[in-house]
């Protein structure tokens, strides 16, 4: 069963949700909106239902064990709408799972809604209806078109100043909005939620004066660009300029975005030449045909090395074929213009459509250095092809270090890293506490982290791999805290944030008293922060934390995007005769 959360090509900066459709002649250009029905795979978007009165706050995961073990319903693709949205789209494989569905759903009590369903049409293939509105109106279109510096950095024509300006009203709006949404569901805070506005500007807690990146431009430390055509048909690196849910295909190229660095644009306009003097084509969005679909740069500032990944589809290519395909790409990207960029590492990632079930294959080191090595507060930290690391070297150590002081840590403070990725975090923490414990799903994350600690030569580190919905207990009695000592959780999810299970096991822990969380989308986050504060329930069974403070920090100059930290304390649990109690767990 597949999710849609994104269109056909792999995700870049300005790309959105969209539907995955195909036209049913690869060889010729579409004009019948719905020819991709006939394409072998894409039959269930004939068989698709629109499931409405959904709650407000769910997580995918809660959705695909409701559709697929409560109701035992056989899901071929989940269609996700935008964040809270009150309905979704949902196919199957043939007619009698859909009318099945259907039966099942309609008139299921689900988080307090009675859910209803309804057969719906097919969606016409948005490229398509998009050549027809060109045809009808050729000049809507182009009027319509962004530009790549619009689509990609849309605060560049400001000044810094106004943009930071923007950035901290739009963080105050959100935590307004944020202390709207615990007053409106959360009665027995009211009052308290009512002072804080009155102190704070309609704010739940202070906001601090965001804290600026130390650098502006050329930041980016690593960037997905796709390859495919400009809108005048030359093959290009750089950002597609929509969603194919939008019928946009075309690519633009970096050479004005302020925020990708000379080494980058230097990497990426040298493996556009190789591509256009290349007999295998960009791979094609509309017509799945076509090799080249990604190239991935990565750099480090303290070494000045480059790493570049080459995302290729191989269709049905030979073995020899490949064999000299990456021979080639060898020579290009360690040429003597290669080495004056700094290029050092190269990989090949075989790029083919996913099906259901399906694994990724692994990427194959074809030349040079396997790793990068970045440095943040004195500290190496070693970078594989797909590890996190954030994309702003100098604004990490400004919120490294902004999270350090928030968190107060003496050499009695444990800390859990919840979603530790390779350990920046608590490697940088670890001189200012007693030990930390993270966690990380991604194996080769834990063992990046794992070398980290060793190449720093920091002892007080432990790394574990799984799911933190698993460990966070497991990790909360190791820590042992005792009388006296103190327990605190840095909590750096993915865009989407934390399942409910991490944040049900963050409030359940017994001595966890204060959190910090670190958003990079802090809409997302919401409902997150909505559950630590929430009063006690038979699942939530410890006390309410309490956001106490927040700073943004911006690492994205020239874009919307902000990250956001809470710090969250723990409001202490009380008896009947006002004793001082806390949660088992």
Request: include cysteine; charged fraction near 30%.
């Amino acid at each position: 069963m597949d999710v849609e959360l994104e269109n056909r090509d792999p995700p870049v900066e300005v790309e959105t949700v969209g539907n995955e459709v195909a036209p049913s002649e690869p060889s010729e250009v579409n004009q019948d909106e719905y020819a991709y029905l006939d394409a072998t795979g894409f039959t269930s978007e004939r068989f698709k239902i629109e499931i409405k009165n959904l709650p407000k706050y769910y997580g995918i995961s809660e959705l695909k064990k409701l559709l697929n073990k409560k109701l035992n319903l056989a899901t071929s693709k989940i269609k996700i709408m935008d964040r809270g949205c009150p309905f979704i789209f949902v196919c199957f494989r043939g007619e009698p799972e859909r009318q099945n569905a259907i039966k099942a759903v309609n008139g299921y009590s689900w988080k307090g809604k009675t859910l209803t369903a309804v057969e719906a049409k097919p969606s016409p293939d948005p490229l398509v209806k998009r050549r027809r509105e060109a045809e009808r109106d050729p000049m809507e279109v182009i009027k319509k078109r962004k530009t790549v510096e619009e689509s990609v950095t849309s605060l560049a024509y400001l000044s810094y100043d106004d943009q930071i300006k923007q950035k901290q009203s739009e963080m105050q709006n959100i935590l307004v909005k944020f202390s709207d949404e615990v007053w409106k569901n959360c009665p027995n805070l009211r009052p308290y939620v009512e002072a804080q506005r009155k102190e704070y500007e309609g704010m739940i807690c202070p906001l601090e004066e965001i804290r600026r990146s130390p650098k502006i431009d050329g930041y980016r430390n690593k960037c997905e660009f796709s390859i495919g055509k400009n809108s005048q048909g030359e093959v290009t690196i750089g950002f597609r300029m929509g969603a194919y849910c939008k019928g946009v295909v075309e690519v633009e190229g970096i050479a004005n975005l302020k925020h990708i660095s000379d080494k980058m644009k230097g990497s990426v306009q040298l493996f556009e030449e190789f591509v256009r003097a290349s007999k295998y084509e960009p791979y094609s969005a509309e017509l799945y045909t076509g090799h080249f679909r990604l190239l991935t740069v990565r750099t480090s500032s303290a070494t000045g090395q480059v790493m570049v990944i080459v995302g290729f589809h191989p269709q049905q290519l030979t073995a020899n074929e490949l064999k000299d395909l990456k021979s080639s790409i060898v020579d290009c990207l360690t040429s003597e213009k290669a080495k004056q960029i700094g290029i050092s590492s190269v990989y090949f990632e075989p790029m083919e459509k996913k099906t259901s079930g399906s694994e990724e294959r692994p990427m194959e080191h074809l030349s040079g250095d396997t790793h990068i090595v970045e440095e943040i507060h004195g500290l190496k930290f070693r970078i594989s092809p797909k590890a996190f690391f954030q994309i702003n070297t100098p604004g990490t150590e400004v919120l490294y270090q902004s999270a350090i002081d928030m968190a107060s840590t003496d050499d009695k403070t444990t800390i859990l890293d919840i979603c530790c990725g390779t350990g920046t975090i608590g490697l940088c923490f670890a001189r200012h506490c007693k030990q930390v414990f993270g966690v990380e799903i991604i194996d080769q994350a834990i063992e990046d982290a794992k070398h980290n600690a060793e190449l720093n030569d920091v002892k007080n580190c432990n790394f574990f791999a799984g799911n933190a919905d698993d460990l966070i207990m497991s990790l909360v009695r190791k820590a042992n805290v005792q009388e006296g000592e103190k327990l605190v959780a840095i909590v750096d999810p993915p865009r989407a944030g934390l399942h409910v299970r991490s944040i049900t096991q963050l409030r359940n822990a017994r001595g966890l008293n204060r959190l910090i969380y670190v958003s990079c989308s802090p809409k997302s986050a919401l409902k997150n922060w909505f559950d630590l504060v929430r009063p006690a329930s038979k699942t939530l069974r410890g006390s309410p934390f309490v956001a106490k403070k927040a700073i943004a920090v911006d690492l994205f100059p020239h874009t919307p995007h902000t990250e956001l930290m809470i710090l969250f304390e723990r409001e202490p649990d009380t008896d009947a005769e006002g004793a001082v109690t806390t949660v088992d767990n």
